[in-house]
């Protein structure tokens, strides 16, 4: 059964950055359509980001484009979550997340089946 470790969380200034890592044991992270959640206190998990299983296509929640950015590595069965520009409103426990193919547009926690156990993530004004 796959299994998910994430890693990378902290406490940061407001205006900082973090990455973040996921990575995949068990099986090729290639196999799976892989996706990042956020979920603050008392909130839903919000959805950050999705990327099929080449990786060929991503797609990224409005309310990150362009400060969040996630890449794989193959070679270390891993993928990464870029965070630029946090704000305290950016503190939550972080997520990834993986489903079979076929990937389509995964954008809902209930479209993943196999979960990490998430990073925690505090921004300080």
């Known amino acids: 059964q796959v299994q998910l470790v994430e890693s990378g969380g902290g406490s940061v200034q407001s205006g900082g950055s973090l990455r973040l890592s996921c990575t995949v044991y068990?099986?090729?992270?290639?196999?799976?359509?892989m996706g990042w959640f956020r979920q603050a206190p008392g909130k839903e998990r919000e959805w950050i980001a999705s990327?099929?299983?080449?990786?060929?296509?991503?797609y990224y929640s409005d309310s990150v484009k362009g400060s969040r950015t996630t890449s794989p590595d193959n070679a270390k069965n891993t993928l990464y979550l870029q965070m630029d520009r946090l704000q305290p409103e950016h503190t939550a426990m972080y997520y990834c997340?993986?489903?079979?193919?076929?990937?389509?547009?995964?954008?809902?926690?209930?479209?993943?089946?196999?979960w990490g156990q998430g990073t925690q993530v505090t921004v300080s004004s």
């Open positions: 068990g099986y090729a992270y290639s196999s799976y359509c």
């Open positions: 997340a993986a489903d079979s193919p076929p990937c389509g547009v995964l954008i809902r926690a209930s479209d993943y089946n196999y």
């Open positions: 990327i099929d299983s080449d990786g060929s296509t991503i």
